[in-house]
Structure formats: C-alpha cells, structure tokens
C-alpha cells in the first residue's frame, strides 16, 4: 500500500521560503514520477510541478516558476518542494501525489499539508 | 491550456437512484499515441482527493462497480448507477493528455437530497 506523508507546512511571510518534504513508503520509489497539486478554496486543484522518476525532467506550472523547485531524494524516498517568495496566493494545501503518466496517474495522493501566507 | 468544464457543479441525488456528472474538454482529448488520458477523482468530507477512474473508464482498485466512466474526445461522464452515502463529496475530472500544464475541472459537489 503506497503513502505519502506530507510535512513542512505552516504560516509564513509574504516573500518568505518554505520547504515541503514528502516521505514515501509501500512502492518502488524510482519507478514513479512524483508530482505537487495544491488546493485552495476560490481556485479548486491546480498542478503545481511534477519530476519524472529518475529526476532528469521538472515541469512547472507558470504561477510558480521561477519561484518554486521539486526534487527527490531516492536514498530516502523523499520528495521536496522548495517554495521561495512566496505570495498570498501560494496560500493552499499542497498534496505530494505519485505517477505523472498513464494508469500510474494521480493514482495515489497524500494526506497533504497546510501552507499560509500572510504578514 | 486545455481547459475543463464540469456540470453540474452541484448535485443533489436522492440514494439509491442514479447520477451523472459532465466533464467537457476544450480540445480533443486523444493523445498522438492513441490514447485518451482523462481521470476521476472523489474528494470526500475531510480527505484528501483519490483517484477512481483512469483513462476514460478503467475503474481503481476498490472502487465499486457502481462508478463508471465513458466518453470519447472532448466529452466524458462519470456515472453512479445507485447513489450510497458515502458517495457524498466533491468529484473532479483531470486530463493528462496534454500537459504541462495537468488541469482540472472546477468540481461537482455530490449531496444527498
């Protein structure tokens, strides 16, 4: 049984950093692309980056490049995401979600974690 | 982007009788190599989303067989032959067949009537 387990989230200043780390566990680490998706109240699912599973491909969504970088750590099967100058509108729960392709597609998500911003 | 559209946003369903929700695509959704990445997901009260359908109309591990998916090109629809309880929630559709970026539809909210 696949989990992710989400942590790294809290109330930070607008312009701020924040890391998010995904500990995984239950699959084959290397074998799947890992990917961000986010969730705030006025602006439903929004896919945020995803990393193939080797870490040779990053994809970013355009509100958040330049500002925010996935990566992974497969000696300890733990996904990141580095968030810098952070805006109000970063403001979401951020969800670690395994498989970017095909029938491995979302086909399991974290519990997520929480991410405020505001002065 | 591509752009999705669901409807109805929000639905009320009295148990035991069927639903149906629209996921509308602004593009042909079938890939160069001939398949069509569109996805449902359920998000219950309190959960986190997961996924219940994968391309078109493949049902998940442990999903009822009440769920099921069709659909072709830029239309596809999500149907609950005999809406349960714990059907109640908020069911997405995402495509993946262009990308980036993924995207999502806005949502359906399921409630009991």
């Known amino acids: 049984q696949a989990q992710l387990v989400e942590s790294g989230g809290g109330v930070v200043q607008p312009g701020r950093s924040l890391r998010l780390s995904c500990a995984t566990s239950g699959f084959a680490f290397n074998a799947f692309g890992l990917q961000w998706v986010r969730q705030s109240p006025g602006r439903g699912l929004e896919w945020v980056a995803s990393?193939?599973?080797?870490?040779?491909?990053?994809f970013y969504a355009d509100s958040v490049q330049g500002r925010f970088t996935i990566s992974r750590d497969s000696s300890n099967n733990i996904l990141y995401l580095q968030m810098n100058s952070l805006r109000g509108d970063d403001t979401a729960i951020y969800y670690c979600?395994?498989?970017?392709?095909?029938?491995?597609?979302?086909?399991?998500w974290g519990q997520g974690t929480s991410v405020t911003v505001s002065s | 982007d591509v752009v999705m559209t669901q409807s109805p946003l929000s639905l009320p369903v009295t148990l035991g009788q069927p639903a149906s929700i629209s996921c509308r695509a602004s593009?042909?959704?079938?890939?160069?190599?001939?398949?069509?990445?569109l996805y449902w997901l359920q998000q219950r009260p309190g959960q986190s989303p997961r996924r219940l359908i994968y391309k078109v109309s493949n049902r998940d591990s442990g999903v009822p067989d009440r769920f099921s998916g069709s659909g072709s090109g830029r239309d596809f629809t999500l149907t609950i032959s005999r809406v349960e309880a714990e059907d109640v929630g908020v069911y997405y559709c995402?495509?993946?067949?262009?990308?980036?970026?993924?995207?999502f539809g806005q949502g359906t909210k399921l409630v009991i009537k």
């Open positions: 995402v495509q993946g067949s262009f990308w980036p970026p993924y995207t």
């Open positions: 593009q042909s959704l079938v890939h160069s190599d001939g398949n069509t990445y």
């Open positions: 979600v395994r498989g970017w392709h095909d029938a491995d597609f979302m086909g399991a």
């Open positions: 990393t193939a599973h080797d870490g040779s491909r990053k």
